[in-house]
């Protein structure tokens, strides 16, 4: 029996909530042929009003040893700004070459869309999640003043684009065959214009994928219009962070839509999380939907080749929806707890 050591890292607000429903279903979902073992990592928030940090200060190092990170969601905004506490996020993305960020949206059955449409939604956002325009690289002068200044440079390197646009080929491979890459290359003529040429660089190598482009202001219109038009969206840092959020909408809202930052290398953990944050709004009373979360999890154990299990906790959240067990996001009354037990019980 294998064992497999996991950082479970709840956060702030519904990720403390919600982390502790997918401790619950992965606990439900382990059988005698392999083991996870939990280890919980108690950053955020408080941490903060405690020590003046939101993480130790050598928190990659005690991250590093683990097989995957699990983490619930940053942000405190009543008490610290966000650009102290979601600092974690990003540092352990970029230190651990966490550079492929999979956010799939697909409409479930049993959810509605707020489109109209009838079609499929099925797609994944492949989001460069290593460089691009969070490379945190530029700075303020004149600060204060009327003529006060900012910068904030985007880096794309060849390396980086053509490492994500392999990894988005070959993840099309395994789906419909049909890749759309996103850029906005008729205004931004350097860094957009590199992708452009990358993907005509290697697109040849993979003759079984479908490889189109658009900018993204037209993807924008585009998944609203015709979203089942899309299989694999490969886009920068910034580009695929917007169009997530608008994937994870159309597909029924941000309390169904998982995320993976994937460092395909294996060379350092990869961390698994919802796209949505830590929803100060709703956070205490009890009524996240875990389902992001959990179907993050189930990421996780793919990753982890733990394919079985992914799919029996897919399938048991899929069973739940088409119940009508919902959450009050999906026009529900059913509390976080209670739409995890149904989907333990479905398990
Ligand atoms: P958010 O994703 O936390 O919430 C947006 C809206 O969606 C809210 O109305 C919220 O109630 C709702 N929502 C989100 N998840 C839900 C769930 N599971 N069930 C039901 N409703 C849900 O984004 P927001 O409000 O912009 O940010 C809140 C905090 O989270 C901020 O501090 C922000 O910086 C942080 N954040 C953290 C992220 C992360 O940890 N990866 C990602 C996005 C935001
Ligand atoms: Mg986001």
């Known amino acids: 029996m294998k064992t497999y050591r996991i950082a479970v890292y709840p956060g702030d607000g519904i990720g403390i909530e919600v982390t502790e429903e997918v401790v619950r279903v992965l606990e439900a979902v382990q059988d005698d042929t392999f083991k996870l073992d939990f280890t919980p990592i108690p950053w955020g928030g408080d941490y903060y009003m405690q020590h003046g940090r939101v993480t130790p200060e050598n928190y ?43 956010r799939p949206a697909k409409l479930l059955p049993g959810v509605s869309s707020p489109l109209k449409t009838t079609e499929p939604i099925d797609l994944v956002v492949l989001r460069e999640n290593s460089e691009g325009e969070y490379v945190s690289h530029g700075g303020r ?47 931004l003529k350097y860094g957009m214009v590199l992708w452009d040429e990358v993907l005509e660089a290697i697109k040849d190598e993979y003759p079984d994928v479908e ?18 038009f899309f299989d694999v969206v490969v886009a920068s840092n910034l580009f695929g962070d917007i169009l997530s959020d608008l994937g994870g909408i159309i597909a029924g809202g941000l309390g169904l ?29 009890g009524i996240a939907n875990p389902i992001a979360s959990i179907l993050a999890a189930a990421m996780m154990l793919d990753w982890l080749h733990l394919p079985n299990p992914a799919e029996k906790i897919r399938d ?5 929806l088409i119940s009508g067990a919902k959450t009050p996001d999906l026009g529900g009354t059913l509390k976080t707890r209670e739409m995890t037990d149904a989907i333990i019980q479905n398990l």
């Open 60 to 102: 990659l190092e005690i991250l590093r040893p683990f097989d995957a990170i699990y983490l619930g969601a940053l942000g405190d905004p009543a008490r610290i700004p966000d650009h102290i506490t979601l600092v974690p996020i990003v540092e352990i993305r970029q230190h651990f070459d966490q550079y492929a960020c999979v």
């Open 141 to 187: 002068f004149k600060v204060g003043r009327p003529d006060e200044t900012a910068t904030q440079t985007s880096v794309h390197t060849r390396k980086g684009v053509e490492r994500i646009l392999r990894f988005g080929f070959e993840m099309a491979r395994s789906r419909r065959q049909h890749l759309t890459m996103i850029t906005k290359s008729n205004a």
């Open 211 to 228: 490889a189109d482009k658009q900018h993204v202001d037209a993807a924008a219109m585009n998944f609203v219009r015709c979203p089942e």
């Open 257 to 285: 839509a998982p995320s993976a930052n994937i460092n395909p290398e294996r060379a350092f953990p990869s961390m698994f999380e919802s796209v949505h944050g830590s929803a100060p709004d709703i956070a205490g009373k």
């Open 316 to 320: 048991a959240v899929a069973k739940t």
